[in-house]
C-alpha cells in the first residue's frame, strides 16, 4: 500500500460501525468537540440488530437492561413491549437513539472501511473506504461487533444452488418466501434455535441439519403492561448502579453456594431459576458449574433430564442432548417450544457428526455418504468468525507495515480489549480479550469500553499527547492475567465459537475475558488512574 495521503476527508477520530459502541461513541466524542465521523456498511443505524434480521431473531438479555444507562430521559422516553423483544422492535429503539441524538448527520452510510494504514511520521491513520473515500484521521476506533463477520462460505457448490441461500445474519431485507417450502438449516446454535422454532408452521418441509446439539432453557417472555412498564422505568438509578459491576453486566449475579447445601437444596434452586425461564441458570445459579467438573455434570444433568422429558424418542434424545461437553460452557439459549418441533411429521433432525454435510449440488444438500437432501430453500445458521474477524477482513496496517491479520492469525492478544500493541492510536470494542467478546449482556460492555475511550481521549487532549500506544509489556502482562483466568473456567475445554474452534485454523484462545464485568471495569479504570499503565502516550 503506498504511504500517499491525498484526503478527501480529515477527522480527529473515525469509528467503524453504526451499532450500539459505535452510536454511544459518536455521541459522547461529538460533546467533547471532536471532529468525529461513522463509518457503516449497512444503510442505516442497528449493527447486530440491523443485520440479523432472520425470522425469530430477539433479545434473551431482558430488554430493560439492554439500555443506554447514561441519560435517564433516553431510558425513559422509550418503552418495550415484552421481556425479550424481537429483532424489528430492537431495530426500532436504535433508530429512536439515532433520532433522539441526531447522529445519522455524522455517519456515512453504505461505506465500508476497506483498509486502515497507520503512518508513523504523523501519528495518524490513512482509511480508504470501498467506495474510495480516502480519509486522515487521528484515531481509528474499532465498534464492529463481536459477532458480524459472519461464516457464509463454507460448503463447496454453495454457488450452483437451484434455491435460495441464505446467512441467516445476511437475511434479505424485503423477507423470504418459505411457505410451503422445502426447507433446510445447517447450525443449531441461539441462531439455528430462533429459525427453527419460528419458521417452521410455515415451511411444508423442514430439515434441521445437527452436528453440535445445545442445552436448551424454555424461555418466558410475558407482554409488558403501563404498569410492568413503570416498574422496570422506577428501578433505573438501581439498575444503572447494579449492572456495570455484576459478573456479567446483567442485573443478577450467581447468588448460591455449591457446598452451602444439601442435594435438595441445590436441585430447589436449580428448579426455581429454571423456572424463571430467563439466563439465570446460566449466569445468576452456581458459579461452581464453570470450574468443578461434577458440579458442571449435576448441573448438566438437571438440564438433560428437562429436556429427556420434553423428547417422546430415544434416538432425537440421542441427537439433540449434548453429552460431552457442560451446561454454560457454550452460549445458553433460550428457546420456545424448539424441542417440539422436532416432533412434528414434517420435520427431521439429520445427524452430521457421522455423515457430514460433503457439499451443496443443485438440487440441495449433499451428505458424505451420498444421501441427497433435496431443498428449495437453505438456512446457514453457521455462526461467525467471532471477536477478529470483523477486523482481520479489513487491511489493517500498523506500525512498521504490520498486517492485525496476519498477528492475529499467530497469537490473537489485546491490551484489554481495548487496543493492540503495533497499532497506535488504533482503539477497540468487542474485540478478544476483554468481557465484551462474548461474556456479557452487551450494552453494559461497550458502553464501558467507549466510555474509557472517551476519557482516554480527553485525557489526551488534555495533556497534550498526540499518540498512544498498548505496550509490549502491558500487553504480555494482561493476556497472561487472561490466560490465567480462562485456564481454570471450564469455558476453555468446549470448542465453540467462545475458543474460536468454529473458524479452521484459528489460534485457540478464550475470547472473553472470564474475570467478571465488574472486576474488568475496576482493572481498566486502575490503569486510566495510573496515568494509563500498560500503553505509552507520546
Ligand atoms: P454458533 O453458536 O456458532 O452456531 C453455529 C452452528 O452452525 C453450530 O450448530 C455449528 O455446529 C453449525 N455449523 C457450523 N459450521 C458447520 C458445518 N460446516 N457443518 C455443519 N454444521 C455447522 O452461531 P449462532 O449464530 O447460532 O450464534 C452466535 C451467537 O449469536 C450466539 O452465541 C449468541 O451470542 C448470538 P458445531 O457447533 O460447530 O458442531
Same mark, same amino acid.
Given at each position: 500500500m503506498a504511504n500517499t495521503l491525498a484526503a478527501n476527508r480529515t477527522l480527529d477520530a473515525l469509528i467503524i460501525g453504526a451499532g450500539v459502541a459505535g452510536l454511544y461513541q459518536l455521541h459522547m466524542l461529538r460533546e467533547q468537540g471532536l471532529d468525529v465521523r461513522v463509518y457503516e456498511t449497512a444503510s442505516d443505524v442497528g449493527g447486530t440488530w440491523y443485520w440479523n434480521r432472520y425470522p425469530g431473531a430477539r433479545f434473551d438479555s431482558e430488554a430493560y437492561i439492554y439500555?443506554?444507562?447514561?441519560s435517564e430521559d433516553l431510558y425513559k422516553n422509550w418503552s418495550w413491549s415484552q421481556r425479550f423483544p424481537d429483532q424489528p422492535e430492537i431495530e426500532r429503539w436504535m433508530h429512536y437513539i439515532a433520532d433522539e441524538l441526531d447522529l445519522r448527520r455524522d455517519i456515512s452510510f453504505s @461505506?465500508?472501511?476497506a483498509s486502515a494504514e497507520y503512518r508513523e511520521d504523523a501519528g495518524r491513520w490513512t482509511v480508504r473506504t470501498a467506495e474510495g473515500e480516502v480519509i486522515d484521521t487521528q484515531f481509528l476506533i474499532t465498534c464492529c461487533g463481536m459477532l458480524s463477520a459472519p461464516l457464509q462460505d463454507l460448503f463447496p457448490g454453495q454457488q450452483d444452488f437451484n434455491g435460495s441461500l441464505f446467512h441467516t445474519s445476511r437475511w434479505p431485507r424485503e423477507g423470504a418466501d418459505l411457505a410451503g417450502k422445502r426447507v433446510g438449516v445447517v447450525g443449531t446454535g441461539a441462531t439455528g434455535i430462533q429459525v427453527i422454532q419460528t419458521i417452521v408452521d410455515e415451511v411444508a418441509d423442514l430439515k434441521v441439519f445437527v452436528r453440535t446439539p445445545q442445552y436448551a432453557i424454555p424461555m418466558k417472555n410475558p407482554s409488558y403492561d403501563a404498569a410492568d412498564v413503570a416498574a422496570y422505568k422506577d428501578r433505573f438509578e438501581e439498575l444503572r448502579n447494579t449492572l456495570p459491576h455484576t459478573f456479567t453486566g446483567f442485573e443478577y449475579d450467581f447468588r448460591y453456594i455449591w457446598a452451602d447445601l444439601t442435594a435438595e437444596g441445590r436441585r430447589e434452586v436449580l428448579e426455581e431459576i429454571y423456572e424463571n425461564g430467563s439466563l439465570q441458570l446460566w449466569l445468576a445459579s452456581f458459579a461452581e458449574m464453570f470450574f468443578d467438573e461434577d458440579v458442571s455434570e449435576e448441573v448438566s444433568e438437571f438440564v438433560r433430564e428437562k429436556m429427556r422429558a420434553r423428547l417422546s424418542d430415544p434416538e432425537l434424545c440421542k441427537m439433540l442432548i449434548p453429552e460431552d461437553y457442560g451446561f454454560g460452557t457454550h452460549r445458553v439459549p433460550l428457546e420456545t417450544n424448539y424441542l417440539e418441533v422436532y416432533h412434528r411429521p414434517h420435520v427431521t433432525a439429520v445427524g452430521l457428526? =457421522? &455423515?457430514? +454435510?460433503s457439499r451443496i449440488v443443485p438440487e440441495g444438500v449433499l451428505l458424505a455418504d451420498g444421501t441427497l437432501h433435496e431443498l428449495d430453500v437453505i438456512i446457514l445458521a453457521t455462526g461467525f468468525d467471532a471477536g477478529t474477524g470483523a477486523l482481520t477482513r479489513i487491511d489493517i496496517r500498523g506500525r512498521d507495515g504490520r498486517s492485525l491479520k496476519e498477528d492475529w492469525s499467530r497469537d490473537i492478544r489485546t491490551t484489554m480489549g481495548l487496543a493492540v500493541h503495533g497499532y497506535p492510536n488504533m482503539l477497540t470494542t468487542a474485540v478478544p480479550l476483554a468481557p465484551s467478546a462474548a461474556l456479557c449482556n452487551m450494552t453494559t460492555c461497550l458502553q464501558q469500553q467507549t466510555e474509557w475511550i472517551s476519557e482516554c481521549i480527553r485525557y489526551m487532549r488534555d495533556n497534550d499527547h498526540m499518540v498512544i500506544e498498548a505496550t509490549r509489556e502491558g500487553e504480555d502482562a494482561w493476556v497472561e492475567h487472561h490466560d490465567e483466568t480462562a485456564d481454570a &473456567?471450564? +469455558?476453555?475445554?468446549t470448542d465453540s465459537w467462545y475458543t474460536g474452534s &468454529?473458524? =479452521?485454523?484459528k489460534p485457540r484462545r478464550?475470547?472473553?475475558? @472470564?474475570?467478571?464485568v465488574g472486576t474488568y471495569r475496576q482493572k481498566t479504570q486502575e490503569a486510566a488512574t495510573a496515568g494509563y499503565k500498560g500503553f505509552d502516550l507520546r
Open positions: 439500555q443506554y444507562l447514561f @461505506t465500508s472501511v457428526r =457421522e &455423515n457430514p +454435510i &473456567n471450564l +469455558i476453555s475445554k &468454529n473458524v =479452521e485454523g478464550v475470547l472473553s475475558y @472470564t474475570g467478571g
